[in-house]
């Protein structure tokens, strides 16, 4: 086993030191392509370029062996979803091998201080899903930051096409007076109805890029009116409506469910709380929880039961609109 985790700590460092070498070559190469412009701007000379390549691609990792083994699996789809969802620009290896890293250092240092393998696996388990939390973290706040600018760009959209102005333009006004994200999601969509992409498809990337019901409810009724017809004005402002309506709905349910949030927490943290009070004022009486065998098998039950009564009560105060 020690020989098995000083392996492990070796493949850590050399990842790091290999990472520490990639960053400061593309530094380096980022500093001489800025340096190269500015000198082709002086002298008026362009600098050699290479053949020029038009094809967009896509990598998970920037070493050949690490793309290939990912794009063979089959959760990356997902996780790269999310990663454009939440407007990250590093791929998906950079967190694969953070994570691998993180969950080495974590459970070897557990191991060294606790000798319990146990413990040293759920701290590995705990670190490696860190990179991949914060991931879902900012994706879940520029979503919500979306949902929240949505109503009032639907209204600009829908004023635009009342003063005679085209759909395209109303999204292009959407651009130019909204911030980031919204802002950046409706120019890329523009871009590429411009570029030739057909609305129908444009209006499925925006789907795919965007993780939001209330944008699907508005990419449905556009779809239906460029086959049916009708005013599309109409079908905006009363989309837009209806998100507010669902702002004003969720608020409502949020305050009344206040008082069995609070009541969920303090049960959460009353056991702990209490723990904490008795160790304070008698370390040996509860001691016996950890170093006798009967009670650490009493405290993983009682773990257990209280982990599956906090998914219970999570389960009864969160109401989905």
């Not at 879940?140 to 003063?163: G, I, N, S, T």
Request: proline letters at 3%; hydrophobic letters at 50%.
């Amino acid at each position: 086993m020690p020989l098995f985790l000083s392996l492990l700590v070796i493949a850590a460092f050399l990842y790091l030191a290999v990472a520490t070498i990639l960053i400061w070559q593309a530094r380096d190469r980022a500093e001489r392509e800025r340096l190269s412009r500015r000198l082709s701007e002086l002298t008026g000379v362009e600098a050699e370029a290479g053949p020029l390549d038009i094809v967009k691609k896509h990598r998970l990792s920037a070493m050949p062996w690490l793309n290939t083994a990912l794009g063979r699996q089959r959760w990356t789809k997902a996780v790269d979803r999310m990663l454009a969802q939440a407007d990250i620009h590093a791929p998906l290896g950079v967190f694969v091998l953070t994570s691998l890293v993180l969950a080495v250092f974590g459970g070897v240092f557990v191991e060294i201080f606790t000798k319990n393998t146990l413990l040293a696996g759920l701290a590995a388990a705990a670190l490696s899903a860190a990179p991949f939390w914060w991931i879902r973290l900012k994706r879940k706040r520029r979503m919500a930051h979306f949902e929240r600018q949505l109503p009032e760009a639907l209204d600009l959209v829908a004023r635009a096409l009342k003063a005679g102005h085209t759909f395209n333009s109303g999204m292009g006004m959407v651009g130019q007076e909204f911030g980031d994200p919204i802002r950046m999601e409706f120019g890329k969509t523009l871009e590429e109805i411009n570029f030739g992409v057909t609305l129908i498809e444009a209006l499925d990337n925006i789907m795919d890029r965007v993780d939001c019901p209330d944008l699907n409810f508005f990419v449905v009724s556009l779809k239906i009116q460029t086959e049916t017809g009708g005013n599309l004005a109409e079908i905006v402002e009363n989309i837009a409506s209806l998100i507010r309506e669902r702002f004003k709905l969720r608020g409502r349910i949020r305050i009344l469910s206040a008082e069995g949030r609070f009541a969920a927490l303090v049960l959460t943290l009353m056991p702990f709380g209490v723990a904490a009070a008795i160790y304070a004022s008698n370390p040996g009486y509860i001691g016996l929880l950890f170093t006798d065998p009967i009670g650490r098998m009493i405290l993983w039950t009682c773990g257990g039961m209280m982990l599956f009564g906090i998914l219970m009560m999570r389960k009864m105060i969160r109401i989905e609109v």
